[in-house]
C-alpha cells in the first residue's frame, strides 16, 4: 500500500469558515502524514493522531499556539528535532520519524523564509532565505541512508523565473538545488501547477524524497471555492510513494 503525504500552506486558516473545507480536502486523500504550514495547534484536534512543532511559537493571536510548520502523522514520532540547527530562523523546522505503510520514515518539515523577511529587525532582503538553505544543507547531508521526506513551504516556483524574485535568482536558486542535493532529494512536486485566474501558478508548497522512495501519483488540491484563493493563497500538494525495489543483480553465483 502506497504512503500518501499531503502538505499545504493553510494560511492561518482564517477566516474561521474556511477551516471546515480546508480539512474535507486534505482528508480526502487519507493521508498517512501531513505538513500544514502557517497554521496553529488547534488545527486537526479532531482528527486524532500525532502531531510535532517547533519549539517556539510563531507571532501574535490564538493565545501563542500559531506555528509556521507543524507535522502530523497517524502513528507516534520518535527522534524528534523541534529545532534544527541553533542559527536557523525561529519556529520554522520540525523533523521526525515515523512508522508508515511503507515502513520509517523521517520526514523534514521547513518553510523555507520569504525574501523580506524579518527585515524590520535588520536583516537584509533575502538575508534569512539564503542563510536557512545553507543550514538546511548541513542538515540533510546525513539523511541518504534511509527513507527521508523533506516537505513544507519552500518559497519556491521551481523552473520559473517569476518567483523568487530578481535578482536573487542566481544566487537562491543553487541554494536551494544544493540542499536537496545533501541529502539525495528530489523535489517530485516541482513541476505540479494550479490554474488560477488568470494563468497557471506553479507550486511553492513541495514534497521532496529521496533516493529510497518512487513517487506513484502525484497532484494538487484546490484552494478555491467560488473564486481562486478562497480558502488560502496557497493551493495544496499530494503525493502517493512507494519504496524504490532494490535492481536485480545481472552477475550469477560462479
Given at each position: 500500500?502506497?504512503l500518501?503525504?499531503?502538505?499545504w500552506?493553510?494560511?492561518?486558516?482564517?477566516?474561521?469558515?474556511?477551516?471546515?473545507?480546508i480539512l474535507?480536502?486534505?482528508?480526502?486523500h487519507?493521508?498517512e502524514v501531513?505538513?500544514?504550514?502557517e497554521?496553529?495547534?488547534?488545527?486537526?484536534?479532531?482528527y486524532?493522531g500525532?502531531?510535532?512543532?517547533?519549539?517556539c511559537?510563531?507571532?501574535?493571536?490564538?493565545?501563542g499556539?500559531?506555528r509556521?510548520?507543524?507535522?502530523w502523522?497517524r502513528?507516534?514520532?520518535?527522534?524528534?528535532?523541534?529545532k534544527?540547527?541553533?542559527q536557523?530562523p525561529?519556529?520554522?523546522?520540525?523533523s521526525?520519524t515515523?512508522?508508515?505503510?511503507?515502513?520509517?520514515i523521517?520526514?523534514?518539515?521547513?518553510?523555507v523564509p520569504?525574501?523580506?523577511?524579518?527585515i524590520?529587525?535588520?536583516?537584509?532582503?533575502?538575508?534569512?532565505?539564503?542563510?536557512?538553505?545553507?543550514?538546511?544543507a548541513?542538515?540533510?547531508?546525513?539523511?541518504?541512508?534511509?527513507?527521508?521526506?523533506?516537505?513544507?513551504?519552500?518559497?519556491?516556483q521551481?523552473?520559473?523565473r517569476?518567483?523568487?524574485?530578481?535578482?536573487?535568482?542566481?544566487r537562491?536558486?543553487?541554494l536551494l538545488?544544493?540542499?536537496?542535493?545533501a541529502?539525495s532529494?528530489?523535489?517530485?512536486?516541482?513541476?505540479?501547477?494550479?490554474?488560477?485566474?488568470k494563468?497557471v501558478?506553479?507550486?511553492?508548497?513541495h514534497?521532496a524524497?529521496?533516493h529510497?522512495?518512487?513517487?506513484?501519483?502525484?497532484?494538487?488540491?484546490?484552494?478555491a471555492?467560488?473564486?481562486?484563493q478562497d480558502?488560502s493563497?496557497h493551493?495544496?500538494?499530494?503525493?502517493?510513494?512507494?519504496?524504490?525495489?532494490?535492481q536485480?543483480?545481472?552477475?550469477?553465483?560462479?
Amino acid at each position: 500500500m502506497p504512503l500518501t503525504v499531503v502538505n499545504w500552506n493553510v494560511a492561518w486558516g482564517e477566516p474561521e469558515w474556511v477551516r471546515p473545507i480546508i480539512l474535507q480536502r486534505i482528508f480526502e486523500h487519507e493521508p498517512e502524514v501531513l505538513c500544514l504550514t502557517e497554521t496553529d495547534d488547534g488545527f486537526l484536534n479532531r482528527y486524532g493522531g500525532y502531531t510535532i512543532r517547533p519549539k517556539c511559537d510563531f507571532g501574535p493571536g490564538l493565545d501563542g499556539l500559531r506555528r509556521k510548520v507543524l507535522l502530523w502523522s497517524r502513528t507516534p514520532w520518535e527522534s524528534v528535532d523541534q529545532k534544527g540547527a541553533p542559527q536557523l530562523p525561529p519556529g520554522r523546522f520540525v523533523s521526525g520519524t515515523t512508522d508508515t505503510s511503507i515502513g520509517p520514515i523521517t520526514l523534514y518539515g521547513v518553510c523555507v523564509p520569504f525574501h523580506n523577511s524579518r527585515i524590520k529587525q535588520g536583516k537584509k532582503s533575502w538575508q534569512d532565505h539564503e542563510g536557512y538553505l545553507d543550514l538546511l544543507a548541513d542538515i540533510l547531508k546525513n539523511t541518504a541512508s534511509a527513507p527521508a521526506i523533506v516537505v513544507g513551504d519552500f518559497n519556491h516556483q521551481i523552473g520559473q523565473r517569476r518567483y523568487p524574485y530578481p535578482p536573487a535568482n542566481h544566487r537562491v536558486r543553487p541554494l536551494l538545488a544544493s540542499a536537496m542535493d545533501a541529502g539525495s532529494l528530489t523535489i517530485a512536486t516541482a513541476a505540479l501547477g494550479f490554474h488560477g485566474a488568470k494563468s497557471v501558478r506553479r507550486a511553492i508548497d513541495h514534497i521532496a524524497i529521496n533516493h529510497h522512495m518512487c513517487a506513484a501519483s502525484l497532484g494538487v488540491i484546490s484552494n478555491a471555492v467560488k473564486n481562486p484563493q478562497d480558502l488560502s493563497d496557497h493551493f495544496g500538494v499530494f503525493a502517493t510513494l512507494n519504496l524504490q525495489t532494490p535492481q536485480k543483480s545481472n552477475h550469477s553465483k560462479e
